[in-house]
């Protein structure tokens, strides 16, 4: 039982990471409808930024995951200004092919810039354990876990408490609707695609630490974050956060009492099994934020 019990706190941790992912993600494509291929790449980009602030500029952990946050955000931003903005409406197929671009330009630019080998980021948390009640917890893990509930707090403050917040939902609810009482689109959609951007780069910094940093290792992550949106509901978030602790604790108990390459084909079997069930997912509904 104690050892279950460590599986269910290690996939929790897992699954926070993976909702700070998938709800930017829901969020672009709640405000925008579209797919957005590259927010792997993003990802990736945080963690590149933050192993550059930190392994060669001395920059300490906790600035430089701000500074890449925030410029993974700005990235973002100007992707939408200077591409995503002359996205149309039901233009789908263009925007999957345009976002699989940005994300191969992203890794490739990359890949030239610092390299395409591994690298390993250590911070004073790196291979530091805490016991909390009899189960130990690995210390960067948590703080990404702590910083992960901290931004979706945030967001969710944002998206109910101020108007540029409730722009973006009437924006995604009604479009026309949102038009004639005033709201702007390209405002609030660049507004939602740099912040659900910077979300995906904040889980790359948080997690820099723990896992190996390159060029390719967005791909892995979006497979799985596309997986637990359709599970959650295709622009839902609170069924991507859902989701994504779902998904986690599952990864979690089946690698700990199976093996790693069932772990890995868990989010697609969970996937399957639930749209057969709900075909629009746990809270696939028509109103998406």
Same mark, same amino acid.
């Given at each position: 039982?104690?050892?279950?019990?460590?599986?269910?706190?290690?996939?929790?941790?897992?699954?926070?990471?993976?909702?700070?992912?998938?709800?930017?993600?829901?969020?672009?494509?709640?405000?925008?409808?579209?797919?957005?291929?590259?927010?792997?790449?993003?990802?990736?980009?945080?963690?590149?930024?933050?192993? +550059?602030?930190?392994?060669?500029?001395?920059? &300490?952990?906790?600035?430089?995951?701000?500074?890449?946050?925030?410029?993974?955000?700005?990235?973002?931003?100007?992707?939408?200004?200077?591409?995503? *903005?002359?996205?149309?409406?039901?233009?789908?197929? *263009?925007?999957?092919?345009?976002?699989?671009?940005?994300?191969?330009?992203?890794?490739? @630019?990359?890949?030239?810039?610092?390299?395409?080998?591994?690298?390993?980021?250590?911070?004073?948390?790196?291979? !530091? #354990?805490?016991?909390?009640? @009899?189960?130990?917890?690995?210390?960067?893990?948590?703080?990404?876990?702590?910083?992960?509930?901290?931004?979706?707090?945030?967001?969710?403050?944002?998206?109910?408490?101020?108007?540029? &917040?409730?722009?973006?939902?009437?924006?995604?609810?009604?479009?026309?609707?949102?038009?004639?009482?005033?709201?702007?689109?390209? !405002?609030?959609?660049?507004?939602?695609?740099?912040? &659900?951007?910077?979300?995906?780069?904040? +889980?790359? +910094?948080?997690?820099?630490?723990?896992?190996?940093?390159?060029?390719?290792?967005?791909?892995?992550?979006?497979?799985?974050?596309?997986?637990?949106?359709?599970?959650?509901?295709? @622009? #839902?978030?609170? &069924?991507?956060?859902?989701?994504?602790?779902?998904? @986690?604790?599952?990864?979690?108990?089946?690698?700990?009492? #199976? #093996?790693?390459?069932?772990?890995?084909?868990? +989010?697609?079997?969970?996937?399957?099994?639930?749209?057969?069930?709900?075909?629009?997912?746990?809270?696939?509904?028509?109103?998406?934020?």
């Amino acid at each position: 039982m104690e050892f279950f019990i460590q599986l269910v706190i290690n996939g929790l941790m897992l699954g926070m990471v993976y909702a700070l992912i998938a709800i930017g993600l829901s969020l672009i494509f709640g405000v925008l409808e579209i797919v957005n291929f590259a927010h792997g790449h993003f990802y990736m980009l945080g963690a590149t930024v933050l192993a +550059a602030l930190v392994t060669s500029a001395g920059i &300490g952990f906790f600035p430089s995951l701000v500074i890449a946050t925030v410029a993974v955000g700005v990235v973002g931003y100007l992707v939408y200004v200077v591409l995503l *903005r002359h996205f149309r409406e039901g233009e789908f197929d *263009r925007g999957i092919i345009l976002t699989i671009g940005i994300g191969m330009v992203l890794q490739n @630019g990359v890949a030239y810039l610092f390299g395409s080998s591994s690298r390993m980021v250590d911070t004073s948390l790196s291979f !530091v #354990s805490w016991d909390v009640a @009899g189960f130990f917890v690995d210390a960067q893990r948590t703080v990404a876990v702590l910083v992960g509930a901290v931004a979706i707090a945030a967001l969710y403050a944002v998206l109910t408490f101020t108007r540029i &917040g409730k722009a973006m939902r009437a924006f995604a609810q009604n479009r026309e609707a949102a038009f004639i009482v005033g709201i702007r689109p390209a !405002v609030i959609a660049g507004i939602a695609v740099a912040i &659900g951007i910077a979300l995906a780069g904040l +889980a790359g +910094a948080a997690l820099a630490p723990v896992f190996a940093v390159h060029p390719a290792m967005g791909a892995p992550i979006l497979f799985k974050v596309f997986a637990i949106i359709i599970i959650g509901g295709l @622009g #839902s978030l609170p &069924g991507a956060l859902v989701a994504s602790l779902l998904i @986690g604790v599952t990864e979690s108990v089946v690698g700990g009492y #199976s #093996s790693v390459a069932l772990q890995d084909a868990v +989010a697609f079997m969970l996937m399957i099994v639930v749209l057969l069930a709900f075909p629009a997912g746990l809270f696939g509904k028509g109103i998406r934020v």
